[in-house]
Every structure is written in C-alpha cells, then in structure tokens.
C-alpha cells in the first residue's frame, strides 16, 4: 500500500523501528536527567548561598566536555557507537546513585561538601563527553537520510519535553521529599534508556576505522575542517554567543528564583519548565517544518531574540514577565541550537561526522557552564542582573558580525 502523502512528517520519523525505540528510552532518561540538574543547582545553592559556587558545579560538569569532546569526537568515528552510549549511561546512573545515597546519609550538609558535588560533577562531564559525541553521531544513523532534519528537530523536541516536565516532577520531588530521592529518581530513569539501546539497530553505518593516524592528529583535522568551513566555523561561533550569551542565564536561576522574585524551590521548578516550553514548542514547529531551506535566517534571527529576552529578563521584578522571558529564551535557545546541528548535519562530509558534530556538542554542552562561572563570579562583584545583561550584549555583537554573511552561509550550509 502507498504511503499517506498527509501523514505528518514527525509521525513518520517516530514510526521507524529504530528511532521509534530509541526515542522511547532516551524521553524517559531525559525527565530524570533535567530533575537531576534542577537538584544538583538547589542543593549547590543550598550548601554555599553563592551564585558562584552554582555556576561552578555546572563548569565542572561541562569542563570535561570542552576538554574531551574532540577526542570522544575520533572515539565516535572509531568505535560502536550504540555501545559507547550504553556504557556512558551506565556511568551516570552511577552516579547519580551515589549522589542521592550521599544526600539521604547526610553526608552532603555543610559548605564544604560542594566539593563533592563539584567531584561528582566533573566525573559525569567525563562521561558526558563520550556520550554526547556518540549520541549526536548516532541519530543521524536510525533512519533514513532525507528524514535526518525531522529526525533532529524531534530529538531536540523530545529534550524540550523533558525540560519542561523534569524540572517540575524535580521541583515536586525535593519539595516534597528531598534532594537524595529526586538523584535516585533520575539514577533509576537511567535504565530505560540503556534497555531501549540493546533492541536498537543502525540503519546504515557511517564509522570510519583507524587509519594509523593518531587520535590527536585525527581532532585536529575535525577541528581544521571545522573552522576553515565557511559555513560550519561562523556557526559555531553563533552557537557560542548564544550558549554564554543565553543559555547560561538558566544556570544560574536558583540565585534569582531565591532573591529576586523570592519564588523558592517551586519558583525555581517554573522557571526552568517555562523555557523548556518555549523549547519544546519551537522544537515540534521545526519538526513539522521539516526542511532545511530557511533555517540560516532562523538561526540568525534567534541569537538576537535571545539578547531581547535575556535583557527583558533582568530588568523585571514581577515573576510572570520573568516566565515569559524564559519562555522566550527557550524558543530561541532551540530555534539556535537545533537548527545550527541541522545545518551542520546537512552540510558536514561523512567522514569527520563524528569529529565536528563533537564540537558542536562541546559548545553546546561546554558554553552554558564558562558563561554560568564567568557571570556567577561577575555577580559578586556588580550584582546578578548587570552581570547576565552582558550575556546580552554579546549575542547583539556576534549578531552584528553575523547579518551581513548571511548569503554566503545560506549557500555553504543549505546546499549539499
């Protein structure tokens, strides 16, 4: 029987086998994972009362990442990627079980237990490394290579899901019983997903095996290639700005969830939902979008509006403007980031996938943390609110330099 020409787009994507199941695992994985950040912030901001101490929980989890994920890009490239991932998720249940154990044993009560979470922090950043970079590599793999943009816009909506849905059930947790259990329950959200990725089976395979060159020397021909791109390097530079510029403006909420609308843990749960609902709506928009034709001006248009929403942010004292700022923020935050790795998935040659995807996932992932300590240590000095203006400013700047290359990425990046 001939397939439906109505059938949505998204609808066939997330009824490929494989997609399908890896889809299911991941959405579950991911609720606990955004209720594990909310718990790590609070409990961060509960031990020391600093922004900054917040911001620097978050650059040790995402410092390795600026570090690793070249390598783990080579890794990618090299190895099973399905097996890579399954290992990494075993490290973060792991983790976040001795987290929560540590939390209902009282161990992680005063100050200087942050030097705990800061520990624990940077040893799921290792891990994250090695599976962010399999993870993006991945995707592209399960399914057919003209549903590879819908494949990512829905990745990126299933994220935006979780963000809205994790923070909230994490909100509810530590409310109602505690830090410890709200760790346990992302620990236990962990084995889902890894069941899921044991039934998953690639539709093609895109590794490239080891060609004698080394691993240094093969990161550094992902990064040549890269920056040399006249597409791909002036995206990830985009990416950066609003990564530092935006995006770090949520790891540092519980300061103003806590001291400037005085909305608490609760508070804290709403904000970090509202963006990911902005996320999520703006991610099923580019999943029902489907194409990749247009997505340049998007992205550029995004970076701007984000330095519109953090400044609405900042300047505010009554919380429902702040939650619409967010929101906005969130929209923005994955117009950027989702069709910056669509374009990248487009226009990237097949053999350094996995190497320059990993750099996307560095900054992705990486940016957010250095803009968070930067800001959160700024704050100390000039308050919170002057302090995430500049965050602002620079997306304005990097917009500037970006408007007039606008043709020239559009050919680099939408044309194959």
């Known amino acids: 029987m001939a397939e439906s020409p109505l059938k949505p787009q998204a609808f066939k994507v997330v009824l490929q086998k494989n997609y399908g199941t890896y889809t299911a695992g991941s959405t579950i994985s991911l609720f606990g994972m955004w209720a594990h950040k909310l718990a790590a912030a609070w409990l961060a901001w509960d031990l020391t009362g600093s922004s900054f101490w917040v911001g620097f929980v978050a650059f040790a989890e995402l410092i390795p990442t600026l570090i690793l994920m070249p390598f783990a890009g080579v890794l990618a490239e090299r190895y099973d990627r399905l097996r890579l991932t399954i290992f990494s998720q075993i490290c973060g249940m792991a983790q976040s ?11 992680l009560t005063e100050y200087s237990d942050v030097y705990w979470l800061v520990g624990w922090s940077a040893f799921l950043g290792i891990v994250w490394s090695i599976n962010t970079a399999a993870r993006l590599s991945v995707v592209p793999n399960l399914v057919r290579r003209d549903d590879v943009p819908s494949a990512v816009a829905l990745n990126s909506a299933i994220f935006n899901l979780a963000r ?65 791109h006249p597409g791909i390097g002036p995206m990830l530079i985009l990416l950066t700005a609003m990564a530092i510029g935006g995006k770090s403006l949520l790891e540092l909420m519980p300061e103003f969830a806590d001291q400037v609308f005085n909305v608490g843990k609760l508070g804290l749960g709403y904000l970090t939902a509202m963006a990911g609902a ?139």
């Not at 990725?197 to 550094?220: E, I, K, Y």
């Open 278 to 416: 902005g996320g999520l709506a703006a991610a099923i928009w580019l999943t029902a979008r489907g194409r990749v034709e247009g997505l340049t001006v998007i992205t550029t248009s995004a970076l701007l509006i984000s330095a519109t929403a953090v400044f609405a942010f900042v300047i505010t004292d009554w919380f429902p403007l702040a939650l619409g700022a967010v929101f906005l923020l969130g929209v923005t935050g994955i117009c950027g980031g989702t069709t910056t790795q669509t374009l990248m998935q487009h226009a990237v040659d097949e053999s350094v996938r996995g190497r320059v995807l990993s750099l996307y996932g560095m900054i992705h992932r990486g940016a957010p943390a250095l803009g968070a300590i930067l800001m959160g240590g700024l704050a100390e000095l000039v308050g919170i609110r002057v302090a995430v203006a500049t965050g602002g400013l620079l997306c304005v700047a990097v917009w500037l330099w970006m408007v007039p290359k606008t043709s020239l990425l559009r050919d680099a990046l939408e044309k194959r």
């Open 97 to 107: 079980f001795a987290l929560g154990w540590m939390a209902l044993t009282g161990k």
């Open 164 to 228: 809205v849905v994790g923070p909230a059930m994490g909100g509810w947790i530590i409310a109602i019983w505690g830090i410890g259990e709200a760790f346990l329950f992302n620990s236990a959200t962990y084995i889902f997903f890894i069941i899921s990725l044991v039934f998953v089976r690639p539709v093609r395979d895109d590794r490239r095996p080891a060609s004698g060159v080394g691993v240094f020397v093969q990161a550094a021909d992902g990064i040549r290639y890269a920056t040399r």
